[in-house]
């Protein structure tokens, strides 16, 4: 099973990204997460990719459509996968649309997590990402153990610089410019799942499941 998640920023994409990939034993592709490594790690995709997120702006077609093409041509792919980040923009949805039909393949469905803005700048507010593996967690909907620790792997969990409430209002701004018409897109191609992001983590799963089979 192929699978993109669309929605605005901190709408519940990885965290319900995370559960499909689970449940159906696909490898979860966070495009997000992979800058956030380069980061970490110092290479030069992370070096390009940082000032752009900073900023609350979008890393380059240029860059990321062939990082993205390269990820999901690795073996653990073949059976499909749930894409968190990407496609948001059209130029990006095309390219993965043409690199999938050149092989015979296509995305079997994009799941849109609905949620307003006014819900959103509380929900990044209160994110905290662990800088040890990435983890999610919420202060209110979804709270660690241990205050400020990963319940994984016991690393501290930071508010990530891009989640500061200035950035946030940016990062929307991007989103409805550059993103929102991929919902159109894949409502025309006849993929398209709705979703009602505002629900609680468990009820918004049970309805990706519903559509998505058991
Ligand atoms: P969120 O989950 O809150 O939407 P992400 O982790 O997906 O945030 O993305 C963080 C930042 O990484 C984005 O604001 C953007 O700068 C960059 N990024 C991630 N995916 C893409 C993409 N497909 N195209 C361009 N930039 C991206
Ligand atoms: P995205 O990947 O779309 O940016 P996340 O999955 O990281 O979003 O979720 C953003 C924040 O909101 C996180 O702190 C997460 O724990 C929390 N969250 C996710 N889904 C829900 C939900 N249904 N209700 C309340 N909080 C949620
Ligand atoms: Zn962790």
Redesign the pocket.
């Known amino acids: 099973m192929k699978l993109i998640?669309l929605?605005?920023?901190?709408?519940?994409?990885?965290?319900?990204?995370k559960k499909i990939a689970a449940k159906y034993q696909i490898p979860h592709i966070s495009t997000g997460d992979i800058f956030r490594s380069n980061i970490k790690a110092g290479t030069e995709l992370g070096m390009k990719a940082k000032s752009y997120m900073d900023q609350g702006q979008l890393v380059p077609d240029e860059v990321t459509i062939g990082m993205l093409l390269d990820r999901i041509s690795q073996d653990d792919s073949k059976n499909g996968y749930v894409l968190?980040?990407f496609p948001r923009t059209i130029p990006q949805a095309e390219s993965l649309t043409a690199a999938l039909s050149d092989r015979g393949e296509k995305i079997d469905y994009a799941v849109n997590?609905d949620v307003p803005d006014e819900n959103i700048v509380n929900?990044?507010s209160?994110?905290?990402a662990c800088v040890g593996c990435g983890a999610?967690?919420?202060i209110v909907?979804?709270a660690p153990k241990k205050e400020a620790i990963c319940d994984v792997c016991g690393e501290k969990l930071i508010l990530r610089d891009d989640d500061q409430p200035e950035t946030v209002q940016k990062r929307l701004t991007v989103y409805h410019d550059q993103t929102q018409p991929l919902i159109d897109y894949y409502n025309k191609e006849g993929i398209l799942v709705e979703v009602d992001?505002?629900?609680?983590?468990e009820q918004?799963f049970q309805d990706i499941v519903k559509v998505l089979g058991a």
């Open positions: 998640m929605g605005a920023p901190g709408a519940g994409k990885g965290t319900q990204a968190d980040g997590v929900r990044m209160g994110r905290r999610t967690y919420h909907y979804n992001g505002t629900q609680d983590m918004v």
